[in-house]
């Protein structure tokens, strides 16, 4: 059974810091890239960054290009998101998502992602 299991999320003020994990199990990690996406109550689904787990080519959006930073370990199943300086717009449920077919360089639209975590909340205060 294919799991992403998000955790690391919480309140913080502006400015902060929080580090989220994802942990990945039942599927081939090398195989997959792995992307965080966000959405903020009555906002679309947002893409925020990739990484191609197999070899490390990462990519961001410009809303956090600068602030987060994407890893991952591989020989946990890992992935991570550094998020530094935080802003009040940062707010939402932040999720991890896996997909098979990538192409590099690109964070794809979230419909094409097969495996969704359940998400955790990050609040940022101002």
């Known amino acids: 059974e294919v799991q992403l299991v998000e955790s690391g999320g919480g309140l913080v003020q502006a400015g902060g810091s929080l580090r989220l994990s994802c942990a990945a199990s039942?599927?081939?990690?090398?195989?997959?890239?792995i992307a965080w996406f966000r959405q903020a109550p009555g906002k679309e689904r947002e893409g925020i960054s990739s990484?191609?787990?197999?070899?490390?080519?990462?990519v961001y959006a410009d809303s956090v290009k600068g602030r987060f930073t994407i890893s991952s370990d591989n020989a946990k199943n890992m992935v991570y998101l550094q998020m530094n300086s935080l802003k009040p717009e940062d707010t939402a449920v932040y999720y991890c998502?896996?997909?098979?077919?990538?192409?590099?360089?690109?964070?794809?639209?979230?419909?094409?992602?097969?495996?969704w975590g359940q998400g955790t909340q990050v609040t940022v205060s101002s």
């Open positions: 039942g599927f081939t990690f090398d195989d997959f890239a």
């Open positions: 990484i191609s787990v197999s070899d490390g080519m990462t």
């Open positions: 998502t896996a997909v098979t077919a990538w192409a590099p360089g690109v964070i794809h639209p979230w419909d094409e992602y097969e495996y």
